[in-house]
C-alpha cells in the first residue's frame, strides 16, 4: 500500500503523461505541480512507485510513465469525474434531438461519442433479451406489395416489403393486422414464433396462405433481433494513436474486426463505479487489445441493460472526461428508448 503522497504522484504522473505524451519527471512534477517537497522525496516516492510496478521506464529515458497497474489504481480511486462543458451538452441535445428510429438514434450516438473524446466508440444493438412486440403494422405500399413493420419496446423498429402475387383489398388487411395485433402485442419477441405458427388456421382458406407468408415475414423480423451487432465510429482515431500501440496497429484492427469477440467481451464486462466498466491493456483477455483500454456502461432498462455503448482506446487516455461521456451517451440512449 503506498502513501497518500505517493499516489499524488503517481496521479499527477498519469494526467502528465496523457496530455504530453512524454514520459515525466521528477523536475517537471515539481514545476507543473508544485507538491511543496524536495525534488529528492519526489524522486524517492518515484522509486516506490517503480517498486510497486506502478511506473516504469521507457527505454533509457530518465522520465517515468505509467504501466497498466498503475493506470489501474489511478481509475480505481477517481473520486469524481469530469463533466461535460456547457457546450458539449448543447452540442450532444443538438446532434442527438429529432432522431426517429433505432438505427438512427444509434448511428448518431456513436458518432458523437468518438467526437467528444476522439476515440474508436461502439454501440451494440439492443437483442432478443426481454423485448416484447409495442407495435405490428401492415402498410400497402401497390396493389400487390404490403410493408410489413414491427415495433419492438427495446426501441427497434423492422420494415419488409412483402411481394404478395395478388391484389389484396385493404379491408381484409385490416382483419388480419387485427388478428396479428391481438396475439403479439404485448409479448415476448422470443415467443411470437409459437404465437404464430397456428394463425392460418382462424381465416377462410382462401386467406391462409396469404397469412403465412406474412407470419413467415414477422418470424424473420424477430429472428433479426437475435443477431448481435456493433456499430462504431471514429476508427481513423487509431492512426494518431499509433505510437501508443508500438507502432503497429494491426493486432488491434484484427480484434476490432472480430465482432463477435468483442462482443462476447462487453457484454461480460460488469458497471463499477461511475456506472462505467473499464479494462485495461493487460486486462484484456483479447491479446490484440493487450495494449488497449476498454470503458462500457450499459443503456435501456432501469434495472437490467439490454446492450452496450463504450469507448476502446489506447491506455493512455484521459479517463475522467471519456467516463463521463460514455456515461453521458448512455443516460440518452436509456431515454430514447423509454427506459
Do not use: W
Not at 230 to 243: D, F, I, K, P, Q
Amino acid at each position: 500500500m503506498i502513501s497518500e503522497r505517493s499516489f499524488e504522484v503517481l496521479r499527477a504522473i498519469v494526467e502528465d503523461y496523457v496530455s504530453t505524451r512524454e514520459p515525466v519527471g521528477s523536475k517537471a512534477l515539481l514545476e507543473r505541480h508544485g507538491f511543496g517537497v524536495s525534488s529528492a522525496t519526489i524522486r524517492n516516492d518515484m522509486s516506490i512507485l517503480e517498486e510497486e510496478g506502478l511506473i516504469h521506464a521507457p527505454h533509457t529515458s530518465a522520465g517515468r510513465v505509467p504501466t497498466d497497474s498503475g493506470y489501474r489504481l489511478f481509475v480505481d480511486r477517481l473520486n469524481e469525474i469530469k463533466q461535460l462543458s456547457a457546450a458539449e451538452r448543447q452540442a450532444m441535445e443538438t446532434l442527438l434531438s429529432g432522431s426517429a428510429d433505432l438505427d438512427e438514434i444509434l448511428s448518431r450516438s456513436v458518432r458523437l461519442l468518438s467526437q467528444l473524446t476522439n476515440q474508436v466508440a461502439m454501440v451494440q444493438y439492443p437483442t432478443l433479451g426481454k423485448a416484447r412486440a409495442r407495435g405490428f403494422e401492415l402498410v400497402p405500399v401497390s396493389d400487390t406489395k404490403i410493408m410489413v413493420m414491427l415495433i419492438s419496446d427495446n426501441g427497434r423498429v423492422q420494415q419488409h416489403v412483402v411481394e404478395l402475387g395478388e391484389v389484396v383489398i385493404e379491408a381484409v388487411l385490416v382483419v388480419i393486422r387485427d388478428v396479428f395485433r391481438e396475439a403479439i402485442i404485448g409479448k415476448p419477441l422470443a415467443e411470437i414464433a409459437d404465437l404464430t405458427s397456428s394463425l392460418h388456421l382462424k381465416f377462410e382458406h382462401q386467406y391462409q396462405n396469404l397469412v403465412k407468408v406474412l407470419v413467415l415475414c414477422l418470424q424473420e423480423q424477430v429472428d433479426a433481433n437475435r443477431q448481435d451487432k456493433l456499430v462504431l465510429a471514429g476508427t481513423s482515431n487509431l492512426v494518431r494513436a499509433e505510437g501508443d500501440f508500438g507502432g503497429n496497429l494491426s493486432p488491434l484492427l484484427d480484434a476490432i474486426d472480430e465482432q463477435v469477440v468483442l462482443l462476447r467481451l462487453i457484454s461480460e464486462m460488469q458497471a463499477e463505479q461511475h456506472g462505467v466498466s473499464v479494462l485495461i491493456g493487460s486486462e484484456n483477455r483479447i491479446s490484440g487489445l493487450s495494449q488497449a483500454s476498454v470503458l462500457v456502461s450499459g443503456y435501456g432498462g432501469a434495472e437490467d441493460s439490454i446492450a452496450k455503448v463504450g469507448l476502446l482506446g489506447p491506455t493512455r487516455m484521459d479517463y475522467s472526461t471519456n467516463i463521463s461521456a460514455v456515461r453521458a451517451i448512455a443516460r440518452y440512449l436509456s431515454k430514447s428508448l423509454g427506459a
